[in-house]
């Protein structure tokens, strides 16, 4: 009889839904029916089992095409890799769960490598803005509950987050919010007409690239100055009303996304957020969170700040551990051609990276490390599926407000198919073998005196 699974966490976006109810076959190798997630996460959990599922490492032949070989002579074939390369570059990490962060992480510094996730070309400039100015954030539950204003800026939810506005901000009626959508108000800030705007009070059509310039009209205003009559493209009568509604607001949440951090301004848009965030605090109570991405991508900062120091661009090659973005960053790395071998972890640098770096990296051994067919794997050397993390596997992963949450395995992965982090850990313990050097791993360069850097 088939069974559901309930609570079950959604592999996706940075939402990291944790209400989805899998029915699973009473075998336990089929999933029947998804409830609760949305179009994409429903897909996520279907995939998994659909036919043409790769089940083996796939090594790239002389004439392109791709040969079946075992997983012992993938992990000894990366090994031996990892070890001949001067400069190796670990990147990715958006689709994996916490402990095969922490696993490859161990791998990475056993030989000498930089680790990166997708922050590098994504929510970086988060990072250098936080690093600045702070970081005035909340939990997704209290923006449930208390938020009756909420502004997007630069991120269209509906699309890319497709239950946040329905789960967290919004549309739900929480503790103190008890009507839901009819007592709040939401501003969106985007130079487009998007499905996010559509659902909102107030839409600031920003012209592209001047953010900056309409956060600062938004902080002089708040500080009781006179802004021209048009700022950035939106009307002074507009912006009037925005910050009007913001200054008596009992509970305020920005959400933005890449529209600031990829456009003129980068992480000088975020670290003026965070100040207008600060001012509006000095009438009443407000915070701000970035829209991450994949359902794990704050995993990275959270794991490997516990363990180096730094959230990512993590140079391990050298006696002390650094990070210097624009130095140790991915893209830099490849179009310098500082790095001669790649591994492409739970993500798609084949699709994300400018053309010119993947045209660098192919130059050097290039590995996938994904359950699926993506770009990256068609062009890498070497293909490792793995098991889908939050269907076949589980783990823990930081949802985008940085709260933890413990994934289910709600199916077994095709057999002889292995998790991420059994991969990184046999692959360590291959290269111990080779180097005849010892398997504990030694306390972190830049762990103080007395504390482990397990």
Same mark, same amino acid.
């Given at each position: ?129 936080? @690093? ?32 946040? =506005?329905?789960?967290?901000?919004? @549309? ?42 309409? @956060?600062?009209?938004? /902080? ?25 509604? =913001?200054?008596?607001? /009992? ?6 996304? =890449? ?32 829209? /991450? ?21 993590? %140079? ?25 071998? @790649? ?96 398997? %504990? ?14």
């Amino acid at each position: 009889m088939p069974k559901v699974i309930k609570n079950v966490g959604c592999p996706y976006c940075g939402s990291s839904c944790d209400d989805l109810e899998i029915t699973v076959s009473d075998d336990g190798k089929q999933i029947l029916d998804v409830a609760n997630a949305c179009a994409i996460g429903n897909e996520i959990f279907h995939h998994a089992t659909k036919p043409g599922r790769i089940k083996l490492p796939r090594l790239r032949q002389p004439d392109g095409t791709h040969k079946d070989i075992s997983y012992e002579e993938a992990i000894d074939r990366v090994a031996k890799m990892m070890i001949a390369a001067k400069k190796p570059l670990i990147y990715g990490f958006g689709s994996t769960n916490c402990e095969a962060m922490s696993a490859c992480a161990r791998l990475a510094e056993k030989t000498g490598s930089v680790l990166d996730n997708c922050a590098s070309i994504c929510h970086g400039p988060s990072f250098l803005a936080i @690093f600045d100015n702070g970081y005035p954030s909340c939990t997704l539950g209290e923006v449930k509950n208390r938020a009756d204003v909420v502004v997007y800026w630069g991120s269209n939810a509906a699309h890319a987050h497709p239950r946040h =506005m329905s789960r967290y901000s919004l @549309f739900p009626r929480g503790f103190f919010t008890n009507k839901g959508y009819m007592a709040r108000k939401c501003i969106v800030i985007d130079p487009r007409f998007t499905d996010t705007a559509k659902a909102a009070d107030i839409h600031l059509m920003v012209q592209q690239g001047h953010d900056y310039e309409l @956060f600062d009209a938004f /902080r002089t205003v708040l500080r009781g100055e006179t802004i021209p009559e048009v700022v950035a493209g939106i009307e002074r009568e507009k912006i009037l009303e925005a910050v009007e509604i =913001m200054k008596n607001a /009992r509970f305020g949440a920005v959400f933005y996304g =890449m529209g600031l951090c990829h456009s003129d301004g980068r992480n000088h848009n975020v670290d003026i957020a965070i100040s207008l965030t600060r001012d509006l605090n000095e009438f009443t109570k407000w915070t701000i969170m970035a829209m /991450r991405g994949h359902y794990n991508i704050a995993g990275p900062g959270q794991v490997w700040s516990w363990q180096f120091g730094f959230p990512y661009c993590i %140079d391990l090659t050298k006696d002390i551990v650094h990070m210097n973005p624009g130095e140790t960053s991915s893209i830099d790395l490849a179009m310098r051609g500082d790095v001669d071998f @790649f591994m492409n972890i739970g993500t798609d640098a084949g699709a994300h990276f400018p053309i010119p770096a993947v045209k660098a990296l192919r130059k050097h051994p290039f590995v996938t490390i994904d359950p699926n067919i993506n770009m990256a794997s068609e062009i890498s050397d070497l293909h490792i599926p793995v098991a889908v993390v939050g269907v076949e596997t589980g783990g823990v992963v930081y949802r985008m407000d940085n709260v933890p949450i413990q994934f289910k395995q709600v199916i077994e992965p095709p057999e002889g198919v292995i998790t991420d982090e059994i991969l990184f850990d046999r692959i360590y313990k291959r290269v111990c073998e080779l180097t005849g050097t010892t398997s %504990d791993w030694s306390v972190a360069h830049n762990s103080p005196e007395g504390t482990a850097a397990e």
